[in-house]
């Protein structure tokens, strides 16, 4: 069965850098592109971008362009999401998401806390 | 604030049934396909309705959806407490190439 399984929690400092994994299993990974949703602690559901899992050309929603940087390991089916010099304000929920079409999330992982705090 | 507007809460007594609307514009839900996301506390969100309407298999008919202009619609009939949870929109917007989803809205079963 068609499954992405993250990485666990993660307790940064301002400043810190953070890798957040999403390893799939059970279908073709480079058959579906893998979208990034952030969800901030009691807000909704944000769109950050995706990842083509065949060429690994990254876009990015206006907001998570500069520290946000999407990226693949095809030999390992994994995709990973990596955020640069932490705020505060990165303190959310990361999930990664398979796409069946364009913003149709079919399986998602179970989400990555991230938290900063000094 | 979120492209795409829905109520932020609903409540209905168990066994009615409820309606959250989704309102967008013509750059997004009037010209391309709305999924619907119901998710727990805790969890992520799963995937009720894709393509305006349809259930992917193992999702209740009592869940549906539907779309007319600039609005969609999901419809849950039969509530149960069971269903209390948050419900997202979400559309690709044309003119943002952007993915949007609604501010979500929280379904209580009274």
């Known amino acids: 069965q068609v499954q992405l399984v993250q990485s666990g929690s993660e307790l940064k400092k301002p400043g810190a850098s953070v890798k957040v994994s999403c390893k799939a299993s059970?279908?073709?990974?480079?058959?579906?592109?893998i979208n990034w949703v952030r969800q901030a602690p009691g807000q909704g559901l944000e769109w950050m971008g995706w990842i083509n899992t065949i060429t690994g050309n990254p876009t990015y929603a206006r907001g998570f362009t500069g520290r946000f940087v999407f990226s693949l390991d095809t030999s390992v089916s994994t995709a990973y999401l990596q955020i640069i010099s932490l705020e505060a304000d990165d303190t959310a929920v990361y999930y990664c998401?398979?796409?069946?079409?364009?913003?149709?999330?079919?399986?998602w992982g179970q989400g990555s806390l991230v938290t900063v705090s000094s | 604030q979120s492209v795409l507007t829905q109520p932020p809460s609903v409540s209905a007594a168990p066994g009615q049934r409820v309606t959250i609307s989704c309102s967008g514009s013509s750059s997004n839900i009037g010209n391309n396909y709305v999924s619907w996301y119901q998710q727990f506390p805790g969890t992520a969100p799963k995937r009720l309705i894709y393509d305006n309407n349809k259930r992917p298999s193992g999702i209740p008919d009592r869940f549906s959806g539907s779309k007319s202009g600039t609005s969609a619609t999901l419809g849950i009939t039969g509530l149960q407490t069971g269903d209390e949870a948050d419900y997202y929109c979400?559309?690709?917007?044309?003119?943002?190439?952007?993915?949007?989803f609604g501010g979500g809205t929280k379904l209580s079963v009274l």
């Open positions: 998401a398979r796409d069946r079409a364009t913003i149709d999330f079919d399986y």
């Open positions: 979400g559309v690709w917007d044309s003119s943002l190439s952007a993915g949007v």
């Open positions: 059970g279908y073709s990974f480079t058959w579906h592109s």
